[in-house]
Nanobody, 125 residues
């Protein structure tokens, strides 16, 4: 059964860093676009970043560009999101998602077929 498991969330002060991990089982992430989305209380889920399948490019929302970086570790079947210079506005539950095989990146949640359970990121001011 395909499963995505996020980890690495937590409480950090503004200006700090966290690295989120998205580990997969039952599906191969290198063959899929992988995205990160976040949802703050009372707000809709929003696109954060995505990386294309294979050695594809990464794409970032304007709000995180220059602060967040995606990377793959294909041996570990894991995608990472390094988050630097965190701001209180980054506080949310972060979800990773994977597309169907060889599907390109998307900023739309409908472009992803598999989702993790989410990990909480809280940034204090």
């Amino acid at each position: 059964q395909a499963q995505l498991v996020e980890s690495g969330g937590g409480l950090v002060q503004a200006g700090g860093s966290l690295r989120l991990s998205c580990a997969a089982s039952g599906l191969t992430l290198s063959a899929r676009a992988c995205g990160w989305f976040r949802q703050a209380p009372g707000k809709e889920r929003e696109f954060v970043a995505s990386i294309d399948h294979g050695a594809g490019s990464a794409y970032y929302a304007l709000s995180v560009k220059g602060r967040f970086t995606l990377a793959r570790d294909n041996e570990k079947n894991t995608v990472y999101q390094q988050m630097n210079n965190l701001e209180p506005e980054d506080t949310a539950v972060y979800y990773c998602a994977a597309s169907r095989r060889f599907q390109g990146y998307s900023s739309d949640p409908l472009g992803y077929s598999y989702w993790g359970q989410g990990t909480q990121v809280t940034v204090s001011s």
